[in-house]
């Protein structure tokens, strides 16, 4: 099976890993700082800190944020469940606005219409590396002084008008689980140019700690570190970034062109200004004699590692659907998720797939993929 995802590891990683082994620091120290300071000079930030991974990022941010119990952020339910959790996690309420059919991130149209008097943040999610309509939603966002927490958690070197993601919105956060486009196993940064929500954000992430370190500590916080030894691999990875996203790009735009010999199939659209980094690959088949799982299926039996991640978008999770039980909710009201009905976030739940995309796909790995196409479409 040619697999959805293949980290590349090399000796640099395992060098740089030995090397803070021998050092004896293990915990967070200068190795994260000389990450930050590189991941934040890569996204075009003033500032960025590690965390111990993509989630806690968020939800570091958000506490940061100031953000209290009941109150509301508008995120895209089609995603992973820990943008929606973050939020909720916190005490905070997710609102789910639909999605734009062709892009499959946040419709800015349909925004203005969910902002409350509770509102008080946007969370976009650049889902797959294809970033989100960022100047619309950042115009709206101003219009209500609204906060803006970008998930780039599967964007790495993703760009809107030439300018990186996460360093769009007022703080930005990253994973860098096992699969993304820069990993570290598990790991996760947060993004900013505002100094005091930096300030913040560093007490959140560890037990309030004050700035001159040592034993006196000022809010309730967590411990959100991220281990040296991570941060080393992540410096590596860092350094492979620009030019998987680059073999990403090249591998997406091979199979756009390849794939529009079938009317049935349509791939995620990269408006103008727009540049994914193809974490994933997710076209829609859109046909009256293949459903998607048998697509999927039929793709597998080729050996071609295909999946469809979000069939259930978030408002029809377990975890909404029953969100009555969460601790929060005897302090907070939350909306019926149950009876939410976002078209078109379930009408692409159920017609995305996705096929490997990742950097080490070889070209027959490539002709594999486009032999399956012909083979199970005709
Ligand atoms: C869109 C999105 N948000 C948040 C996360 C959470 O990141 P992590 O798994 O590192 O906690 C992920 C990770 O898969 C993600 O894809």
């Given at each position: 099976m040619i697999p959805f995802t293949k980290p590349i590891v090399g000796e640099e990683e395992i060098e740089a890993v030995k090397r803070v082994l021998e050092?004896?620091?293990?915990?967070?120290?200068?190795?994260?700082?000389?990450?930050?300071?590189?991941f934040a000079e890569y996204t075009g930030t003033k500032f960025a800190t590690v965390t111990n991974n993509g989630t806690t990022a968020l939800s570091t941010a958000l506490e940061a944020m100031g953000l209290e119990p009941g109150d509301e952020v508008i995120t895209s339910p089609f995603t992973f469940i820990a943008s929606a959790n973050s939020i909720a996690m916190i005490g905070a309420v997710p609102v789910f606005v639909?999605?734009?059919?062709?892009?499959?991130?946040?419709?800015?149209?349909?925004?203005?219409?969910?902002?409350?008097?509770?509102?008080?943040?946007?969370?976009?999610?650049?889902?797959?590396?294809?970033?989100?309509?960022?100047?619309?939603?950042?115009?709206?966002?101003?219009?209500?002084?609204?906060q803006v927490i970008e998930d780039a958690c599967q964007a790495h070197g993703a760009e809107v008008d030439g300018k990186k993601v996460g360093s769009?919105?007022?703080?930005?956060?990253?994973?860098?689980?096992?699969?993304?486009?820069?990993?570290?196993?598990?790991?996760?940064?947060?993004?900013?140019?505002?100094?005091?929500l930096l300030d913040e954000i560093l007490m959140v992430k560890n037990h309030g700690r004050g700035k001159e370190g040592g034993y006196s500590h000022y809010r309730i916080g967590y411990n959100n570190r991220m281990m040296d030894i991570v941060s080393?691999?992540?410096?590596?990875?860092?350094?492979?970034?620009?030019?998987?996203?680059?073999?990403?790009?090249?591998n997406a735009k091979e199979y756009d062109d390849f794939l529009s010999e079938f009317d049935s199939i349509s791939p995620q659209a990269e408006k103008p200004g727009l540049m994914s980094s193809y974490h994933l690959y997710a076209p829609c088949i859109y046909s009256e004699k293949i459903t998607?799982?048998?697509?999927?299926?039929?793709?597998?039996?080729?050996?071609?590692?295909?999946?469809?991640?979000?069939?259930?978008?978030?408002?029809?999770?377990?975890?909404?659907?029953?969100?009555?039980?969460?601790?929060?909710?005897?302090?907070?009201?939350?909306?019926?998720?149950?009876s939410?009905?976002?078209p078109v976030s379930e009408e692409i739940g159920q017609r995305h797939f996705d096929i490997p995309v990742h950097p080490s796909l070889t070209e027959e790995d490539k002709e594999h993929i486009k032999n399956a196409f012909y083979k199970i479409l005709g």
């Open positions: 050092s004896g620091m293990l915990a967070e120290g200068k190795v994260s700082r000389e990450l930050e300071k590189l639909d999605i734009k059919p062709d892009t499959y991130n946040l419709d800015p149209e349909l925004i203005e219409d969910a902002i409350t008097d509770k509102t008080r943040a946007i969370m976009p999610v650049h889902i797959f590396g294809m970033p989100s309509d960022m100047n619309h939603i950042l115009e709206i966002a101003e219009s209500h002084d609204l769009l919105g007022h703080v930005g956060a990253f994973s860098f689980y096992a699969t993304k486009n820069m990993m570290t196993g598990e790991g996760g940064m947060i993004t900013t140019d505002n100094e005091e080393a691999i992540g410096i590596e990875q860092l350094r492979r970034l620009p030019k998987a996203v680059k073999q990403r790009r090249e998607r799982d048998e697509l999927v299926t039929a793709l597998r039996s080729e050996g071609v590692g295909s999946r469809a991640v979000y069939a259930l978008p978030c408002h029809l999770q377990g975890t909404y659907l029953n969100i009555h039980k969460w601790r929060w909710a005897k302090f907070v009201d939350y909306p019926n998720y149950s939410m009905h976002l």
